[in-house]
């Protein structure tokens, strides 16, 4: 600890820049423990709650036909509830749901927040945004009262109230249960998908059906697992960059702290110590650092896995996490820190003591210049100006210094670029998935399943019903689109085949998932619905960029058991008329591009969180490799200096050597920024067999290339005002 105290009183500049480096670099790495942090919220929900393992819309059931499905062959529990969309008297959007709350509930159990559960009829549990305990609500002239807030896992993102069965039926007038959740002895998704089969066969007998899609969560999982491990995949991948650089910076400053003493180490050798307790005295500097470094970079990196965690867990559900951490990640950043600082360290300590005492002693460079042929080569050159041909042959010489520069300020740069490449990438994504509708305005069924008749819906106005579900193609979850054949308000961009004809049970399918799954033009695709298998005749593949199904509105609405229904309603008109007797909500393009719009702006704030953190330490590692080049060339500075050079003649030497190895770094980055960009979407796109497709930040380029040259002109200034701030005769005389 003594001599860390005098190493910090030798250098606290660099000793600092080290410490705050690598703690921001070890928070970064906490952004890893997302997945768990945000998981285990879930999970320890999804255990409260008795989270479902299938969750499915039904057409009304009896006690008896519940009773059916509970004793299907590994079904271990099954319960049924009510849940329709409502709204209230002010004009807001809302669900209903009705559970059998009690002691014998064990699935989708409501958790309270505050208040208390509904024990008589009409007393109701809502989401804290819909109105205060105590209040009163009012659904269709019935008054309801608020007695608590909370609510499940699986509705959660949802404005709901919770409520008995009994009163659930009276407000809708439902007469049984129309959701269906049971848990299962095994819940691999094959074993659920045998299991839902069953389930339909066995209601089929009973006369009834599924009216939506089941929805799966095998092996425990929960309805966002996926987008929380994509999300956390590229910020993760983000994290790993900030702790390389930081390990770079670590580096460059132990070998600074260590290179300093090379004189003093000398004396201790000339005096008689052996090089192995010194080199371990030196290893010891690097890793008190680090471990310095550990005291804040640890709470910091439990601090953003739980800060992006909430920003997940909000934007995408509607629920805020407890604090929590994972400590494989903690114990994982700490042995990267403190093995990290151990092997750099090590090299340099087996460097200085392995100078030679007579060259040591005089503290003169021991390599000089011209001794390689490559800088014997370079003489031969015409380079331009004298700061040019210095700033060049420090380059050439210093090559692991330029190098480290180099790589910095590509990691750096190349962050940058990733970041706005996959925001521009997904901005592009988001234009092609709407690009073949021509709708202004989206007006669909708010409960499941096929509620209105085709007819109903008036053509001659630009407005088309159609269906809108959703199905699976070998495992993939597909998007349904049931169309008018010729329709309009839909010009699909084909890439192969052709469109789909009137009754012909023929299928567009998009072109991304094509490209990634067996299915090609021309063969039979086995299409899995709400209603069961349904076959249909490949024909065409739309670049839509999406994983989507298009085929004709009357045969999938056969195939679903509602001939001639429909849920959805596309319009030309902005604000249409729909005389429609069930309840609908409609959005306009504009409304549903400023949602998209908000979702993309928190990831985008995420990432970018991340990337100005790998930029920051990079520019700590930066000033911190060029602090030990100047350092090492401190001679040849002195005496550039007692020349006659000054300050902006130093300055321009260090300068123009910082902009050449600043150039280079930033090819390097905006070369590996796009190979970067390009395999992470494709990485996306291969694990969710859609086109993404990726866009080149171009336009960001010359911003980037113009801050990076500012950053490091800054740098050279300041270190070469470092550099002039010793003596002369000082640095010539080699004292400490």
């Given at each position: 600890m003594r001599s860390l105290l005098r190493q910090f009183r030798r250098a606290p500049g660099r000793v600092i820049t080290s410490v705050l480096a690598l703690a921001l670099a070890v928070g970064a790495i906490g952004v890893l423990a997302i997945p768990t942090v945000s998981e285990g919220t879930l999970h320890q929900l999804a255990a409260e709650d008795g989270l479902a393992d299938i969750v499915v819309t039904t057409s009304p059931l009896s006690p008896d036909q519940l009773h059916r499905v509970a004793g299907i062959d590994g079904v271990t529990a099954a319960e049924g509830?009510?849940?329709?969309?409502?709204?209230?008297?002010?004009?807001?959007?809302?669900?209903?749901?009705?559970?059998?709350?009690?002691?014998?509930?064990?699935?989708?159990?409501?958790?309270?927040?505050?208040?208390?559960?509904?024990?008589?009829?009409?007393?109701?549990?809502?989401?804290?945004?819909?109105?205060?305990?105590?209040a009163q609500v009012e659904i269709g002239g019935v008054?309801?009262?608020?007695?608590?807030?909370?609510?499940?896992?699986?509705?959660?993102?949802?404005?709901?109230?919770?409520?008995?069965?009994?009163?659930?039926?009276?407000?809708?007038?439902?007469?049984?249960?129309?959701?269906?959740?049971?848990?299962?002895?095994?819940?691999?998704?094959?074993?659920?998908?045998?299991?839902?089969?069953?389930?339909?066969?066995?209601?089929?007998?009973?006369?009834?059906?599924f009216v939506d899609f089941p929805s799966f969560l095998p092996d425990g999982s929960t309805p966002i697992d996926a987008d929380i491990a994509q999300v956390s995949q590229l910020i993760?991948?983000?994290?790993?960059?900030?702790?390389?650089v930081a390990l770079v910076l670590l580096a460059s400053t132990t070998n600074t702290l260590i290179s300093e003493r090379t004189r003093e180490v000398a004396v201790m050798r000339a005096l008689g110590a052996q090089s192995r307790p010194l080199?371990?005295?030196l290893r010891a500097i690097a890793v008190v650092i680090a471990a310095?470094?550990?005291?804040?970079?640890?709470?910091?990196?439990?601090?953003?896995?739980?800060v992006i965690a909430r920003l997940v867990l909000e934007q995408f559900v509607g629920i805020t996490p407890a604090l929590a951490w994972s400590w494989p990640v903690v114990a994982g950043s700490a042995v990267f820190a403190l093995v990290g600082a151990r092997l750099v360290a090590a090299r340099a300590a087996r460097r200085v003591t392995g100078v030679a005492l007579a060259e040591a002693l005089r503290d003169r460079e021991g390599a000089p210049y011209g001794r390689r042929w490559s800088e014997r080569a370079l003489a031969h050159l015409r380079l331009g100006s004298l700061q040019t041909r210095l700033a060049t042959r420090a380059s050439l010489h210093q090559r692991a210094r330029a190098t480290a520069v180099v790589l910095q300020i590509a990691a750096a740069v190349g962050a940058v670029v990733v970041i706005i490449g996959l925001t521009m990438s997904v901005n592009r994504y988001n234009g092609s998935v709407d690009a073949p509708w021509r709708w202004e305005s989206?007006?669909?069924?708010?409960?499941?399943?096929?509620?209105?008749?085709?007819?109903?819906?008036?053509?001659?106005?630009?407005?088309?019903?159609?269906?809108?579900?959703?199905?699976?193609?070998?495992?993939?979850?597909?998007?349904v689109f049931g169309l008018r054949p010729g329709t309009e308000l839909f010009h699909p961009q084909l890439r192969?085949?052709?469109?789909?004809?009137?009754?012909?049970?023929?299928?567009l399918v998009s072109a991304g998932f094509v490209a990634r799954t067996d299915v090609r033009v021309g063969d039979e695709m086995l299409l899995e619905l709400a209603s069961g298998p349904a076959r249909y005749l490949v024909v065409g593949t739309v670049e839509d960029g999406g994983r989507s199904v298009y085929v004709d509105r009357a045969d999938v609405a056969t195939d679903l058991g509602a001939p001639g229904m429909a849920n959805t309603v596309w319009s030309a008109d902005a604000s249409p008329t729909m005389l429609l007797d069930v309840g609908t909500r409609t959005s306009t393009a504009g409304e549903l591009a400023t949602e998209d719009e908000a979702a993309r702006h928190a990831i985008v704030l995420i990432f970018g969180s991340i990337a100005g953190v790998v930029a920051g330490v990079a520019a700590l590692a930066v000033a911190s490799t060029m602090a030990v080049n100047l350092y090492e060339r401190r001679h040849a500075l002195a005496a550039m200096r007692?020349?006659?050079?000054?300050?902006?003649?130093?300055?321009?030497?260090?300068?123009?050597?910082?902009?050449?190895?600043?150039?280079?770094?930033?090819?390097?980055?905006?070369?590996?920024?796009?190979?970067?960009?390009?395999?992470?979407?494709?990485?996306?796109?291969?694990?969710?067999?859609?086109d993404i497709g990726t866009v080149f930040a171009v336009s960001a380029v010359p911003v980037i290339a113009l801050a990076t040259l500012a950053a490091v002109s800054v740098l050279a200034s300041l270190a070469v005002r470092s550099a002039s701030s010793r003596s002369i005769a000082v640095t010539l005389r080699g004292a400490a």
């Amino acid at each position: 600890m003594r001599s860390l105290l005098r190493q910090f009183r030798r250098a606290p500049g660099r000793v600092i820049t080290s410490v705050l480096a690598l703690a921001l670099a070890v928070g970064a790495i906490g952004v890893l423990a997302i997945p768990t942090v945000s998981e285990g919220t879930l999970h320890q929900l999804a255990a409260e709650d008795g989270l479902a393992d299938i969750v499915v819309t039904t057409s009304p059931l009896s006690p008896d036909q519940l009773h059916r499905v509970a004793g299907i062959d590994g079904v271990t529990a099954a319960e049924g509830a009510i849940d329709r969309a409502v709204r209230l008297a002010d004009g807001r959007h809302a669900r209903l749901v009705g559970l059998d709350i009690g002691p014998d509930q064990t699935i989708n159990r409501l958790h309270l927040d505050a208040g208390a559960l509904p024990r008589q009829h009409g007393e109701v549990v809502t989401s804290a945004d819909l109105a205060p305990v105590g209040a009163q609500v009012e659904i269709g002239g019935v008054s309801l009262t608020v007695v608590g807030h909370g609510g499940t896992i699986w509705w959660s993102g949802s404005t709901a109230l919770f409520t008995d069965l009994d009163t659930a039926a009276m407000v809708t007038g439902l007469a049984g249960t129309n959701t269906l959740a049971i848990t299962a002895a095994d819940d691999d998704i094959d074993s659920l998908r045998s299991i839902a089969a069953s389930m339909r066969s066995a209601l089929t007998d009973e006369g009834a059906r599924f009216v939506d899609f089941p929805s799966f969560l095998p092996d425990g999982s929960t309805p966002i697992d996926a987008d929380i491990a994509q999300v956390s995949q590229l910020i993760g991948m983000l994290g790993v960059v900030a702790g390389i650089v930081a390990l770079v910076l670590l580096a460059s400053t132990t070998n600074t702290l260590i290179s300093e003493r090379t004189r003093e180490v000398a004396v201790m050798r000339a005096l008689g110590a052996q090089s192995r307790p010194l080199r371990r005295r030196l290893r010891a500097i690097a890793v008190v650092i680090a471990a310095a470094s550990l005291l804040i970079g640890l709470p910091l990196g439990i601090v953003i896995a739980n800060v992006i965690a909430r920003l997940v867990l909000e934007q995408f559900v509607g629920i805020t996490p407890a604090l929590a951490w994972s400590w494989p990640v903690v114990a994982g950043s700490a042995v990267f820190a403190l093995v990290g600082a151990r092997l750099v360290a090590a090299r340099a300590a087996r460097r200085v003591t392995g100078v030679a005492l007579a060259e040591a002693l005089r503290d003169r460079e021991g390599a000089p210049y011209g001794r390689r042929w490559s800088e014997r080569a370079l003489a031969h050159l015409r380079l331009g100006s004298l700061q040019t041909r210095l700033a060049t042959r420090a380059s050439l010489h210093q090559r692991a210094r330029a190098t480290a520069v180099v790589l910095q300020i590509a990691a750096a740069v190349g962050a940058v670029v990733v970041i706005i490449g996959l925001t521009m990438s997904v901005n592009r994504y988001n234009g092609s998935v709407d690009a073949p509708w021509r709708w202004e305005s989206l007006t669909r069924a708010e409960d499941p399943g096929l509620p209105f008749a085709v007819d109903t819906v008036s053509e001659a106005d630009g407005a088309e019903a159609g269906v809108w579900t959703t199905g699976e193609v070998d495992g993939w979850d597909m998007d349904v689109f049931g169309l008018r054949p010729g329709t309009e308000l839909f010009h699909p961009q084909l890439r192969d085949g052709r469109t789909i004809r009137a009754g012909s049970h023929e299928a567009l399918v998009s072109a991304g998932f094509v490209a990634r799954t067996d299915v090609r033009v021309g063969d039979e695709m086995l299409l899995e619905l709400a209603s069961g298998p349904a076959r249909y005749l490949v024909v065409g593949t739309v670049e839509d960029g999406g994983r989507s199904v298009y085929v004709d509105r009357a045969d999938v609405a056969t195939d679903l058991g509602a001939p001639g229904m429909a849920n959805t309603v596309w319009s030309a008109d902005a604000s249409p008329t729909m005389l429609l007797d069930v309840g609908t909500r409609t959005s306009t393009a504009g409304e549903l591009a400023t949602e998209d719009e908000a979702a993309r702006h928190a990831i985008v704030l995420i990432f970018g969180s991340i990337a100005g953190v790998v930029a920051g330490v990079a520019a700590l590692a930066v000033a911190s490799t060029m602090a030990v080049n100047l350092y090492e060339r401190r001679h040849a500075l002195a005496a550039m200096r007692a020349l006659g050079a000054g300050q902006r003649d130093l300055r321009k030497v260090v300068r123009r050597e910082l902009l050449g190895l600043a150039a280079l770094g930033l090819a390097l980055g905006v070369v590996g920024g796009w190979f970067g960009t390009k395999g992470i979407i494709a990485s996306f796109e291969a694990s969710n067999a859609v086109d993404i497709g990726t866009v080149f930040a171009v336009s960001a380029v010359p911003v980037i290339a113009l801050a990076t040259l500012a950053a490091v002109s800054v740098l050279a200034s300041l270190a070469v005002r470092s550099a002039s701030s010793r003596s002369i005769a000082v640095t010539l005389r080699g004292a400490a």
